[in-house]
């Protein structure tokens, strides 16, 4: 069976930073690609970032300079660092692993206050 687990959301100020976490279990994570998307009260979800097998990664417009993704294999674990958060990245924050199949956490909540 496989499960992402994302402890690490909560609430914090403008400004502030955040490191989120996806623990995997039930996949082959290395060959995984690692994402984290976020969806916002009356919006669609949208991708924050993503890491592949080979270590490419893409980050959304809106938080490239501020959000890093990483990934440790040994843990089958995926992170993303968030730091100078602004009440514009309150969502809830999705992990997603994707090879042939796609896979979702359940969402863990961030809220940035102003």
């Known amino acids: 069976q496989v499960q992402l687990v994302e402890p690490g959301g909560g609430l914090v100020q403008a400004g502030g930073s955040l490191r989120l976490s996806c623990a995997a279990s039930?996949?082959?994570?290395?060959?995984?690609?690692m994402g984290w998307y976020r969806q916002a009260p009356e919006k669609q979800r949208e991708l924050v970032a993503r890491?592949?097998?080979?270590?490419?990664?893409t980050y959304a417009d809106s938080v490239k300079g501020r959000f890093t993704i990483s990934r440790d294999n040994a843990k089958n674990t995926v992170y993303l660092q968030m730091n100078s958060l602004k009440p514009d990245d309150t969502a809830v924050y999705y992990c997603?692993?994707?090879?042939?199949?796609?896979?979702w956490g359940k969402g863990t909540l961030v809220t940035v206050s102003s």
């Open positions: 890491i592949t097998s080979g270590g490419k990664i």
């Open positions: 997603n692993a994707h090879h042939d199949e796609r896979y």
């Open positions: 039930g996949i082959i994570f290395s060959i995984n690609t």
